[in-house]
């Protein structure tokens, strides 16, 4: 069983920063991650950034040159900072990740944290 946790978010003003963190809890070695997604009230939860097992990143056109997602497998955590916040960016973040257990795929994802960005 894999459990993931966002922390984090919070209440900004444009043009600010901010930094969550998504920490797996389960097994040591295993867990996947693969990226953070945001949904906005009344819309629909699209991907911000995605990492793969290799490390290639790939970003929202929106948050290009503003978000940066990374991870540390020693801590299994991964990380969205995010820069130059704007009103836009509020949502609710949530991260996701896998994990194969005697050959089935489970794709898990955390409760989500709050993203406001007041103009």
């Known amino acids: 069983q894999v459990q993931l946790v966002e922390s984090g978010g919070g209440l900004v003003q444009a043009g600010g920063s901010l930094r969550l963190s998504c920490a797996a809890s389960g097994p040591a070695f295993g867990i996947n991650f693969l990226g953070w997604y945001r949904q906005a009230p009344g819309e629909q939860r699209e991907p911000v950034a995605t990492?793969?097992?290799?490390?290639?990143?790939n970003y929202a056109d929106s948050v290009k040159g503003r978000f940066s997602i990374s991870r540390d497998s020693t801590k299994n955590t991964m990380y969205l900072q995010m820069n130059s916040l704007k009103p836009e960016d509020t949502a609710v973040y949530y991260c996701?990740?896998?994990?194969?257990?005697?050959?089935?795929?489970?794709?898990?994802w955390g409760q989500g944290t709050q993203v406001t960005v007041s103009s």
């Open positions: 990492i793969s097992s290799g490390g290639t990143t």
């Open positions: 996701n990740a896998d994990y194969s257990d005697d050959h089935v795929m489970y794709v898990y």
